[in-house]
T-cell receptor, first 114, second 115 residues
Framework: NAGVMQNPRHLVRRRGQEARLRCSPV?????VYWYRQLPEEGLKFMVYLQKENIIDESGMPKERFSAEFPKEGPSILRIQQVVRGDSAAYFC????????????FGSGTQLSVL | AQSVTQLDSQVPVFEEAPVELRCNYSSSVSVYLFWYVQYPNQGLQLLLK??????LVKSINGFEAEFNKSQTSFHLRKPSVHISDTAEYFC?????????????FGSGTQLTVLP
């Protein structure tokens, strides 16, 4: 399967713990986007990264959330000290360029905070 | 800022029946419009898009959508659905065809095709 791989598929955390969500883009893709889907809402843009650089994090909460896309390995979305409001589906997408119609999405990570 | 409304969260329909999934948007500037589909346990895939030109756009698997500027709508239709069309469908808008950062998604419509 050469698509975008996200893991874990489901992640359960207690309040105050850390959540690490991983995204392996399509081979050869150097653009990664993270989106969050809160219950009953649409996907919302969080952050856009290229290899080793954060290009746009305008959709990311200012505290507790961070993202990276290292030279080697998957992109990581890290949420520190999770709260119940962080419960959501987190989707990763990758592209060869930054054009909308060439986005490939992963199947998402469902984060549940108890 | 733009927004997208998908009024129907669940649409059950019998096999071979027609279906329409509704999408309305609001924006103060011209937009580009997209429909994405998410099959069970898979990522979102682009189904069809309107960037410019003909307001009626079609996908390879029989879906079509029409951009209606006066009604600010981009409804998705198929004249005869199959079991394999069961999936979640997301409408999205962007003010730029060149930036995925500006994609705004609706909350999705779960289409369930019944035998």
């Amino acid at each position: 399967n050469a698509g975008v791989m996200q893991n874990p598929r489901h992640l359960v955390r207690r309040r105050g713990q850390e959540a690490r969500l991983r995204c392996s883009p399509v081979k050869g893709h150097s653009h990664v986007y993270w989106y969050r889907q809160l219950p009953e809402e649409g996907l919302k843009f969080m952050v856009y990264l290229q290899k080793e650089n954060i290009i746009d994090e305008s959709g990311m909460p200012k505290e507790r959330f961070s993202a990276e896309f290292p030279k080697e390995g998957p992109s990581i979305l890290r949420i520190q000290q999770v709260v119940r409001g962080d419960s959501a589906a987190y989707f990763c997408a990758s592209s060869l360029s930054s054009l909308n119609e060439k986005l490939f999405f992963g199947s998402g990570t469902q984060l549940s905070v108890l | 800022a733009q927004s997208v409304t998908q009024l129907d969260s669940q649409v059950p329909v019998f096999e071979e029946a027609p279906v329409e999934l509704r999408c309305n948007y609001s924006s103060s500037v011209s937009v580009y419009l997209f429909w994405y589909v998410q099959y069970p346990n898979q990522g979102l895939q682009l189904l069809l898009k309107y960037l410019s030109g003909s307001t009626l756009v079609k996908s390879i698997n029989g879906f079509e959508a029409e951009f209606n500027k006066s009604q600010t709508s981009f409804h998705l239709r198929k004249p005869s659905v199959h079991i394999s069309d069961t999936a979640e469908y997301f409408c999205a808008v962007s003010v730029s065809s060149g930036s995925a950062r500006q994609l705004t998604f609706g909350s999705g419509t779960q289409l369930t095709v019944l035998p």
